[in-house]
Nanobody
Framework: VLLVESGGGLVQPGGSLRLSCAAS????????MNWYRQAPGKERELVAS????????NYADFVKGRFTISRDNAKKTGYLQMNSLKPEDTAVYYC?????WGQGTLVTVSS
């Protein structure tokens, strides 16, 4: 397994979660990393991206100001800090680096 996500769960609207993506068996620090999500019945969509060294980030409009992507190359781990969560953020969240994908972690935002 090359990418493993963790940190998903059930959270109330307005709450926070921090997702992690642990990489192995490839040079994680050489590649940009992305977080995607897929809600039931919808297409997978890009949430946020970070450059290989972490100096550049980009966000989808629907998460700007609420989510923060980061990485620790020494730990070969990427993160997605999600604040002010909304019910429409409910989805399976996937990390991606190079052509590798994790198995996904489910985030459910509900009261």
């Amino acid at each position: 397994v090359l990418l493993v996500e963790s940190g998903g769960g059930l959270v109330q609207p307005g709450g926070s979660l921090r997702l992690s993506c642990a990489a192995s068996r490839f040079t994680f620090s050489s590649y940009a990393m992305n977080w995607y999500r897929q809600a039931p019945g919808k297409e997978r969509e890009l949430v946020a991206s970070i450059s290989s060294a972490g100096g550049s980030t980009n966000y989808a409009d629907f998460v700007k100001g609420r989510f923060t992507i980061s990485r620790d190359n020494a730990k070969k781990t990427g993160y997605l800090q999600m604040n002010s969560l909304k019910p429409e953020d409910t989805a399976v969240y996937y990390c991606n680096a190079r052509y590798y994908w994790g198995q996904g972690t489910l985030v459910t935002v509900s009261s």
